[in-house]
């Protein structure tokens, strides 16, 4: 199916894209790890710097009004995309890394005793298997696995057999970063809420590629990073559902997320500010505020049917090429492809493409454990965005071509 997306149209909103490597035009390919960023993203925030910047909710001078004005303002943006009822709701951090250690070091560490679970699936990344461990080890807590099966999707009835009544914490992506996978979250939360347990979605690898509505999804913390979603590096978003943040202890200590301060006690903001200690990426918030917006223009449900395209055009272009292997076949996939070369090292593909001018990621994608079930140390990984082509996947095509010869 074609739509009318106008993908041209697009690539000139991205300055990057006019980029030559190694003398040739630039095919970015690894919106997965970070995506580019669109010029009213970058004008957004030097205009910020430019003419309104000042330090947030302190100044009593207009510049400062302004500067948290529209910091402010960014959470309303947020609040809107994301379906959240109330715009206390969404807490500034850095990434969903932060995110997901924001709740392991409060809620969890508040609500969990020892011999509690946690349930996390065999895709996760490291950023949501790391922070439980450390729980588990400071707690006692226990760290189960839904498994998955060999086209790399979970299985409902494994998932639900490993839901009982210690399981306090269901922890999971909405996409696997490593292999594309979309996962079934709505049975997967309603049946994790029949069992009493807390629900965070890990979205990093989602939200930037299909409509999210948290209300609608009733998951209990939702976490993403604006990097991956045409905004600036340092600043991320969780979510949570205002009841629990009301009831959680601070994360970190500081400025800002207190009420009052005495050397003998300190009272604390209630949410967000509670969990927002010292300066925040002030900047950051302005510049995810125009990544949101500038996605909203082009249409988050137009750029997910184009990102299909592209996924199936690539998959049937790369299934083409003798000794090539596609790892994570789901039949629910966001655009990601992972694949290995017969008998060529997954680095060594990497170099290779790089000579053409193809930006790919290879390793283990932050998600050992996948790799391990696959049997392969490591993949290259090919991710889409709204910006890329056919052309994009043909020049990637021809050039795993090439690099199968060299290595043959
Ligand atoms: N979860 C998933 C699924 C991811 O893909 C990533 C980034 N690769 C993260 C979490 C962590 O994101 P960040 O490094 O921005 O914190």
Redesign the pocket.
């Known amino acids: 199916m074609t739509t009318a997306y106008d993908v041209a149209a697009v690539r000139e909103d991205f300055p990057i894209l006019d980029t030559t490597v190694r003398g040739k035009p630039l095919v970015f390919l690894d919106t997965?790890?970070?995506a580019q960023k669109p010029r009213a993203v970058i004008e957004a925030i030097s205009e910020f710097y430019e003419t309104h910047y000042a330090n947030i909710h302190r100044g009593v001078y207009q510049l400062s009004a302004d500067a948290t004005q529209r910091y402010e303002g960014s959470r309303d943006t947020v609040q809107q995309f994301i379906g959240a009822t109330d715009r206390r709701e969404v807490v500034f951090v850095?990434?969903?890394?932060?995110?997901?250690n924001l709740v392991a070091h409060t809620w969890a560490e508040k609500n969990l005793q020892a011999g509690d679970e946690v349930l996390i699936t065999a895709l996760?990344?490291?950023?949501?298997i790391v922070p439980w461990q450390m729980l588990g080890q400071r707690k006692g807590i226990r760290l189960r696995v839904a498994p998955v099966n060999e086209r790399g999707e979970v299985v409902l009835e494994e998932f639900e057999k490993l839901l009982n009544d210690r399981t306090r914490l269901v922890a999971v992506?909405?996409?696997?970063?490593?292999l594309g996978t979309i996962l079934p979250l709505e049975s997967m939360i309603e049946l994790a809420h029949k069992r009493g347990a807390r629900v965070l979605v890990?979205?990093?690898?989602?939200i930037p590629h299909m409509p999210v509505d948290v209300g609608q999804m009733d998951c209990d913390f939702y976490?993403?990073?604006?990097?991956?979603l045409l905004g600036p590096?340092g600043i991320?978003v969780l979510y949570g559902k205002l009841s629990l943040l009301e009831a959680m202890p601070p994360f970190l200590g500081g400025g800002d997320m207190i009420e009052s301060v005495s050397f003998e006690k300190s009272t604390y903001a209630p949410p967000p500010a509670r969990f927002e200690a010292g300066t925040p990426d002030i900047a950051g918030a302005v510049g995810l505020d125009a990544a949101i917006q500038y996605l909203q223009g082009v249409g988050i449900e137009r750029v997910a049917l184009w990102e299909h395209e592209l996924l199936e055009y690539a998959t049937a272009k790369l299934s083409e090429i003798d000794g090539l292997r596609i790892i994570g076949t789901a039949a629910e996939k966001s655009a990601v492809l992972s694949f290995v070369l017969e008998g060529v090292h997954a680095h060594d593909v990497g170099t290779a493409l790089d000579q053409a001018g193809v930006a790919v990621r290879v390793g283990h994608?932050?998600?050992q454990p996948v790799m391990e079930i696959f049997g392969v140390p490591a993949t290259v990984r090919a991710s889409f965005a709204l910006y890329n082509t056919r052309n994009e996947v043909d020049q990637l095509a021809a050039a795993l071509r090439e690099t199968l010869e060299i290595f043959r």
């Open positions: 997965a790890a970070s850095r990434n969903a890394t932060e995110a997901i996760e990344h490291h950023a949501n992506a909405q996409v696997s970063n490593a890990d979205g990093a690898q989602a976490v993403f990073s604006g990097h991956k590096s991320g994608h932050c998600a």
